[in-house]
T-cell receptor, first 109, second 117 residues
């Protein structure tokens, strides 16, 4: 079973920040949180990952709570092309990803 | 960034045919590759994990004789769906990770849509 839970769907206005939450209450001390997104009929695209410090790259920011039981992916200025299913993943075992249901983000014009 | 190429992107064939899907890491050596399948409106389901030069490890409920996986080199893994039937129609996706730090992310191919008539 996936070690993460996410809301099924979210809407966001174009140009606004999209904040996508993820709960991972059973995460272990050395496990990273990974975020991917999947646009229809394509493979998942890597976005960002982190352990306990907040992370930022050209695509997004990742905010991880101090107790590491939840995190939020932030797309600072959502565009229509950001419409996708977003997956938050905590590895199971050595390297395995078990995907949860993800959040279907719809960016509205 | 790391690129994973998957071929073919789409295949349509008759029931009973065996179909081979290739997954290549183009700019890094993939010590571990993973195969997933995805049904419409569902999430990705891990089928198997393969390490270069060794036998694949299959997830519970995945038939190893049905889905043959070969990972003969550090840049290529293949998935063969043997004697495919309509219920095997699905979106098959591979991913790969390199030999760097343990926390490095996997990188995914663009998937193969398999349709069995």
């Amino acid at each position: 079973d996936a070690k993460t839970t996410q809301p099924t769907s979210m809407d966001c206005a174009e140009g606004r920040a999209a904040n996508l939450p993820c709960n991972h209450s059973t995460i272990s001390g050395n496990e990273y949180v990974y975020w991917y997104r999947q646009i229809h009929s394509q493979g998942p695209q890597y976005i960002i990952h982190g352990l306990k410090n907040n992370e930022t790259n050209e695509m997004a920011s990742l905010i991880i709570t101090e107790d590491r039981k939840s995190s939020t992916l932030i797309l600072p200025h959502a565009t229509l092309r950001d419409t996708a299913v977003y997956y938050c993943i905590v590895r199971v075992g050595a390297y395995k990803y078990i995907f949860g249901t993800g959040t279907r983000l719809k960016v509205l014009a | 960034g790391a690129v994973v190429s998957q071929h073919p992107s789409r295949v349509i064939c008759k029931s009973g045919t065996s179909v081979k899907i290739e997954c290549r890491s183009l700019d890094f050596q993939a010590t571990t590759m993973f195969w997933y399948r995805q049904f419409p409106k569902q999430s990705l389901m891990l089928m198997a994990t393969s390490n270069e030069g060794s036998k694949a490890t299959y997830e519970q409920g995945v038939e190893k004789d049905k889905f043959l996986i070969n990972h003969a080199s550090l840049t290529l893994s293949t998935l063969t769906v043997t004697s495919a039937h309509p219920e095997d129609s699905s979106f098959y996706i591979c991913s790969a990770r390199g030999s760097g730090p343990y926390n490095q992310p996997q990188h995914f191919g663009d998937g193969t849509r398999l349709s069995i008539l």
